[in-house]
T-cell receptor
Framework: DAGVTQSPTHLIKTRGQQVTLRCSPKSGHDTVSWYQQALGQGPQFIFQYYEEEERQRGNFPDRFSGHQFPNYSSELNVNALLLGDSALYLCASSLYGGLGSGNTIYFGEGSWLTVV | AQSVTQPDIHITVSEGASLELRCNYS??????LFWYVQSPGQGLQLLLKYFSGDTLVQGIKGFEAEFKRSQSSFNLRKPSVHWSDAAEYFC????????????FGAGTTVTVRA
């Protein structure tokens, strides 16, 4: 059973460019969340998708957007990249119902984004 | 301000010794509490979680955590550390049962010396 898979593993972009990161959830999961983890910090919640809609959002600017497809996979898009966007981007999947209801969230290994 | 605090940035422990990682939270109500471990090349893995009930929670890999409401703490412990426990450990909270937003502490790096 494949867990959460993310691509690409590493990428380098130039300031001002746009980037798309991809995520396939664990088999059977219908909810996807994205996190940003800067070096030396804990992950920060970007947003969560269910039924192809953004359901919950953290404190990130509109430059960060996402999409969920009918097969539950998801993309994270970041426009107008800044140097400060350099980070590990983690995708996580779970069943719908919230993490306080007993659902376990599974994380992928992440996509390392470097903005130069 | 609402926050999760892990006071220790880095802890070094000898193999076979005990380990305790501290976590304090500052929220109006008791949140749902989690501990995750992150090893190089691996994603974040859930060690254990506390929602209610018995304040001593058992997790995977021989870890346990104790919830203390009076101290707003949820400290992680392991009686005897193995070299494979070297990793980054994160305390995290969720505020409501239907919430997906995990709020993480800054993490504690654990180094295990032979």
């Amino acid at each position: 059973d494949a867990g959460v898979t993310q691509s690409p593993t590493h990428l380098i972009k130039t300031r001002g460019q746009q980037v798309t990161l991809r995520c396939s959830p664990k088999s059977g999961h219908d909810t996807v969340s994205w996190y940003q983890q800067a070096l030396g910090q804990g992950p920060q919640f970007i947003f969560q998708y269910y039924e192809e809609e953004e359901r919950q959002r953290g404190n990130f600017p509109d430059r960060f957007s996402g999409h969920q497809f009918p097969n539950y996979s998801s993309e994270l898009n970041v426009n107008a990249l800044l140097l400060g966007d350099s980070a590990l981007y983690l995708c996580a999947s779970s069943l719908y119902g919230g993490l306080g209801s007993g659902n376990t969230i599974y994380f992928g290994e992440g996509s390392w984004l470097t903005v130069v | 301000a609402q926050s999760v605090t892990q006071p220790d940035i880095h802890i070094t422990v000898s193999e076979g010794a005990s380990l305790e990682l501290r976590c304090n939270y500052s929220y109006g109500a008791t949140p749902y509490l989690f501990w995750y471990v992150q090893s190089p090349g691996q994603g974040l893995q859930l060690l254990l979680k506390y929602f209610s009930g018995d304040t001593l929670v058992q997790g995977i890999k021989g870890f346990e955590a104790e919830f203390k409401r009076s101290q707003s703490s949820f400290n992680l412990r392991k009686p005897s550390v193995h070299w494979s426990d070297a990793a980054e450990y994160f305390c995290a909270v969720v505020l409501r049962s239907n919430d997906y937003k995990l709020s993480f502490g800054a993490g504690t790096t654990v180094t295990v010396r032979a």
